[in-house]
């Protein structure tokens, strides 16, 4: 288990695994006739499934590893008071970051106005062409909207237990089952507690350790991913005329990963942009394979843990919590959009209307699933708000998924940022003790 045969790390691995993954994907999309059909089917019936493979198995320990890690967590803190405080400090700091992230991207949107450069011909085809994608999401919007305003409180108490486990989508009832397990630990006489904390102890330390092996395979399959991906786009004349909305995004996004958090990190934590991002980056290459926060969990809390120094105590709640409603990218991604829909529809938004996207956007973000596309659905409720035509979300589906793999970046970074400036607070930020994955090669 010498890592001397093998020095590159792991960022370097998964970062040639997207680029093989591209150009595959590249090649069999430019082969003409039949010979590219047949390209295009091979990467799809033979590349792509790999990636399938690679997301099934981070999203399988996604549950256990929330369950054992959180009732550790929650139960190694003694006392009640602790969990609050830290609680409090953690939604205080997500809303705070979500509110500043559609903040950047409101004044981009309305100083670089995307919209503008859209022509009446551009945005009929693309009307037309989407119109049924767009309706999907407007009905499945719709069906969340239709709930009563507490609705998202009660749901966040499950009635089974393991009918909640049995889903990824019903992450926030699982994290509820197990602090309130750990609470539990907590208040039992430590000696009936202990056999207990010694088994999610040695249960979280496993999980852990499959995180390590799933790795191993995370190369092969960010290129599997992206190879897939790239064969199934869309055509590329579509990503041109949407190229001024994409780079607004883009832009935004780019604030928030490369200065905002970085920044964040440093005054808060005085730890440097770079130790940040070579802890982090790993989980967020992932995070923009998969587009997902859900599945990119597991890799996110270990970098954290290992390579960040954030103690396991905090990291076990923070980053859950995080994955499921700190999403900075998505509310940032919806204002953009909202604001540019309203601008190619010719539809001017006063102080008002882009008040009620801060509000919206916060709350939308926080209740879309940690999952590819989920952002896109709520962005319905964000325009409903806004006095937007739901319709227009058909303007913008053909590049959300490049859009959504960026802003699951941004989603990964933020929960990552937090949990450092959450341990520093409660003093849980320690050294990190680096190891390196790259011992299993
Ligand atoms: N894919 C995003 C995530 O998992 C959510 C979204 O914006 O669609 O974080």
Avoid: C
């Amino acid at each position: 288990m010498s890592n001397k045969k093998n020095t590159l790390a792991l960022h370097w691995k998964i970062l040639i695994g997207m680029v093989l993954g591209l150009i595959i994907g590249i090649v069999a999309v430019q082969i003409d006739g039949e010979t590219g059909t047949m390209a295009k089917q091979l990467v799809t019936d033979w590349v792509k499934p790999f990636g399938t493979i690679f997301i099934n198995m981070l999203k399988l320990i996604a549950m256990p590893l929330i369950i054992a890690s959180l009732i550790k967590g929650v139960s190694d803190l003694q006392d009640i008071s602790k969990l609050s405080k830290m609680g409090f400090r953690t939604i205080a700091i997500y809303i705070l970051t979500t509110v500043i992230a559609v903040t950047i991207g409101l004044v981009l949107v309305n100083t670089l106005k995307p919209g503008a450069g859209v022509s009446e011909k551009t945005r009929d085809s693309l009307i037309h062409e989407y119109a049924g994608e767009a309706t999907k999401r407007i009905e499945a919007a719709n069906e969340q909207a239709k709930q009563g305003p507490l609705q998202a409180l009660v749901d966040i108490v499950p009635n089974n237990f393991f009918q909640a486990a049995s889903s990824n989508r019903n992450m926030l009832q699982v994290i509820f089952f197990a602090v309130f397990f750990g609470i539990g630990i907590i208040l039992i006489p430590p000696e009936k507690a202990q056999p207990l904390k010694d088994f999610f102890d040695g249960f979280n330390e496993v999980v852990l350790k499959l995180v390590d092996l799933i790795m191993l395979m995370a190369p092969i399959g960010v290129l599997a991913l992206l190879a897939g991906l790239v064969v199934e786009a869309p055509s590329a004349d579509l990503f041109l005329a949407l190229l001024s909305y994409s780079v607004t995004v883009v832009a935004g996004l780019a604030i928030l990963i490369i200065f905002f958090y970085p920044t964040l990190v440093k005054l808060t934590t005085g730890k440097s942009p770079k130790f940040f991002f070579k802890g982090i980056s790993p989980a967020q290459l992932l995070a923009f394979s998969t587009s997902s926060s859900a599945a990119t969990l597991p890799v996110t809390m270990e970098r954290v843990e290992e390579h960040l120094g954030v103690d396991k105590e905090v990291s076990s709640f923070v980053l859950p919590v995080g994955a499921t409603i700190n999403m900075d990218g998505t509310s940032l991604y919806q204002a953009v959009a909202a604001v540019f829909i309203a601008q190619v529809m010719g539809i001017h938004l006063g102080l008002e209307a882009q008040l009620s996207i801060v509000l919206t956007a916060t709350l939308a973000s926080i209740g879309s699933a940690a999952v590819p596309g989920a952002g896109m659905v709520m962005l319905v409720i964000v325009l409903n708000a806004a006095g937007i035509p739901e319709a227009g979300l058909a303007l913008i589906f053909a590049v959300d998924r490049p859009l959504d793999m960026m802003r699951t970046i941004a989603n990964v970074t933020g929960d990552a940022t937090v949990s450092m400036m959450v341990a520093k607070s409660v003093n849980k930020l320690h050294d990190p003790k680096v190891k390196e994955w790259d011992d299993f090669a």
